[in-house]
């Protein structure tokens, strides 16, 4: 199969059909609504980037947004098309469109024979939208943090209590080579469409690792089908030019040719053609590789990046437990005794009970910097399993905690336009206002004395991942965490018998005395993290 370039003055005068003329205005309208970001917030956010003090998530960002004509909200004609619906809308907005610009150039009588130029740089503009948002989406693969290794917490967790997504997410955090080949699929298709001769292999690498991806979060009902259909969609048409090559050649096994147009550029504009590719590549492939790499090992942004206590990591049975000095011995069916608990790596305590929770459907992704909002471990996680963040007064041996679940959820990818469904957010918004405060408020949580040895959170990582993003992030959210509603507790921690026993001694979420006492327990997986693990806490 062969190439051939149509940018000879001969070949410009081809003559388009009706139907294909007016199917390119209709494409052209479509491609282009869904392909140049609608959203103000994310020019807002473009604007407020420091571009001296990157995070990953700048750029990620930029690289991820979702634009289209939405009419109906999650609701075209009756039908409920969840994500999907802004496709369907675009498109009728698009037809209605093209018409009207159909007749209105016959009506001006100057309905053009060709549209190859325009193609062209329509093209262009879908090539890098696909291109940028893929190479996004596969770093977070690529260096493995998007689908993290479980926590002690969820490997203590059985089997039945976790949702289909779930299970499936942990299925390629526990095989991160995996991941690894994923990630590379991903960006190495996306850094082929930005190159003209390159944009078939691309795109059919795209067509088929992404529409595998669609059909995974189908079938586990996963979070994030209608973004990968994006890129199908993006893909399929990209392939547009060589359906019919590709069929002569694999199917009736005849010799066929591609006809492209590529323009003729002065020296000049070629010039910049070029350097802004080469600007396109060092910042979104080689500047957004060392970010992602920064995140990482130092932020991951799934799991906290407070370094837990040391003397306390680790898998524990309870084997006492004594609430208000009353003991309750082991009994499987107490909705109240703690079951099992765990500190991990990070700044969390987590414990079942044999009661049923609320369950946080997510999958623990967005863009939050506070530990607390980062809720892998507890999304798609029931069986009673709870989970803490907590500040550790080492030098009075206290801890002080806070769940990290909550009712309404943070706004995840808002400059991307998924800022969640209105009317369930508007629900949840009613419940808590039903819900009763925490017995412990945020005020009398922390002495003010206390306060101050956690007043530096925000530098709680390395100086390297100390960007201005997060440095803005703890601003905005200190304030928000105000109003949040959640159950906190404090806690005294001893650690005796040479480690393998920790005693906790405080008062829990509603102002009852707990004593409880943990016994070190060494759990013998048959699955190794491996030396590909996010996070430094050290």
Partial sequence: MSVVNLSKEENLN??????QRIGFRVSFLFFIIISIPNNPLW??????????????????????????????????????????????????FSVIAGLLWTLLLRILKKDRTEYNRLFYWLNVVVRYRAGLGIIGFGFTKLLPVQMPYPSLGILDTDYGDLTAQKIFWLSFGIVPWYQIFAGVLEVTAGTLLFFRRTVAIGS?????????????NFAYDGGVHVYSSYFVLLSLFLLVPYYVPFYKLFVKEIPSRVSLFFPLFSTGLNYVRLGLKALIIFVFVGVFFYLQYLDFRYDPYKQPSSAGVKELRGNYNVTEFRLNGQLRPFNPYDTIRWQSATFENWSTLTFRLNKPLKLDLSNGGGDPKRDVNRTFEISGVAGGQR???????TDNRTLYLEDKFKLIPDQRNVTAGEGGDGGVRNYLKTLEEKSEAPAISLTEWIPDSIKTKFSNEVDDVHNKARTTRRIREF?????????????RFVVRYQVVDAGNRVVLEGIDENRDSIYVVLDRVKKDYKLSPGKLVAGQYD
Avoid at 14 to 19: D, G, L, Q, S
Avoid at 204 to 212: E, I, R, S, T
Avoid at 387 to 393: G, I, L, N
Avoid at 475 to 487: C, G, M, P, V, Y
């Fill in 14 to 19: 081809r003559h388009w059909t009706t139907f």
């Fill in 43 to 92: 020019y807002k956010h473009v604007a407020a980037i420091d571009w001296l003090n990157l995070d990953y998530r700048d750029l990620y960002d930029i690289c991820r947004f979702g634009s289209g004509v939405n009419w109906f909200g999650q609701t075209t004609f009756g039908y409920r098309l969840e994500g999907y619906s802004i496709w369907v809308n675009t498109f009728f």
């Fill in 204 to 216: 059919a690498l795209l067509v088929g690792a992404l529409g595998a991806i669609v059909v995974v």
């Fill in 387 to 393: 989970a803490f963040h907590y500040y550790a007064d």
């Fill in 475 to 487: 601003a905005k959210s200190d304030a928000l965490a105000k109003n949040e509603i959640r159950q």
